[in-house]
């Protein structure tokens, strides 16, 4: 049981460049959740789902993209990379309701 | 909308004593949910405590308690008898209990620091 795991640790993106942030979590939990966490500030949710199918924004979802074609996998897309996406990037997962949120080791993006 | 407000950007405690952290609260939604977790040096988030807007009881998880006062719409973290070992950052989050707990508000965030 692996938990949740983040792929890549760190990167480092030109200005304009793509890229996928994986996210994978073996609970088979309904809910998974992207956040990001900037200096001196507390995480802000990106896009989240409710299950396989099922996309939503958070409070900062531009510049971003999501899908969840299955209940494991929850990447998330940066289509233009821009310096103000450089961050730390927690993928997280819950059962629902009830269940506490458990999060990844994050992904440190640097864009330059 | 949802807003968490964390006052104390850093704190000093003698190792053994007690410590709370503040966290207040602003919602508009009848049901929801607060979360305290600490995010160590190392960087990954961990879960500590969880209470729900129904909860009558304060919730306890072994040495982190939380002290709900939904008049005063706080929910401050106490931990008693502080170890070297729970210096870090503590964060306090909410989310509205109708959709889960994937859509969580976070505050800004304390600095604890225990001194020896």
């Known amino acids: 049981n692996a938990g949740v795991t983040q792929t890549p640790k760190f990167q480092v993106l030109k200005t304009g460049q793509s890229m996928t942030l994986q996210c994978a979590q073996d609970?088979?939990?309904?809910?998974m959740s992207w956040y990001r966490q900037d200096p001196g500030m507390g995480l802000r949710l990106i896009h989240y789902?409710?299950?396989?199918?099922?996309?939503d924004q958070g409070e900062v979802p531009n510049g971003y993209n999501v899908s969840r074609s299955t209940t494991e996998d929850f990447p998330l897309r940066l289509l233009s990379a821009a310096p103000s996406q450089t961050s730390v990037y927690f993928c997280?997962?819950?059962?629902?309701?009830?269940?506490?949120?458990?999060f990844g080791p994050g992904t440190r993006l640097l864009v330059l | 909308a949802q807003k968490i407000t964390q006052t104390q950007p850093g704190m000093f405690v003698q190792e053994k004593e007690a410590v709370t952290l503040d966290c207040t609260y602003d919602?508009?939604?009848?049901?929801?949910?607060l979360f305290w977790y600490k995010q160590p040096s190392s960087g990954e988030m961990i879960f500590l405590i969880y209470?729900?807007?129904?909860?009558?009881q304060n919730a306890t998880e072994g040495r982190y308690s939380l002290n709900f006062q939904k008049a005063r719409k706080s929910a401050n973290l106490v931990i008693s008898a502080s170890q070297l070992g729970d210096s870090a950052m503590y964060f306090c989050?909410?989310?509205?209990?109708?959709?889960?707990?994937?859509?969580?508000?976070f505050g800004t965030g304390t600095r604890l620091t225990i001194i020896p």
């Open positions: 997280a997962s819950s059962r629902g309701a009830s269940g506490t949120q458990y």
């Open positions: 789902s409710v299950g396989a199918g099922i996309t």
């Open positions: 609970m088979n939990h309904e809910y």
């Open positions: 919602t508009s939604d009848q049901s929801y949910g």
């Open positions: 209470q729900g807007s129904y909860d009558e």
């Open positions: 989050a909410m989310s509205p209990l109708d959709f889960g707990n994937e859509k969580l508000t």
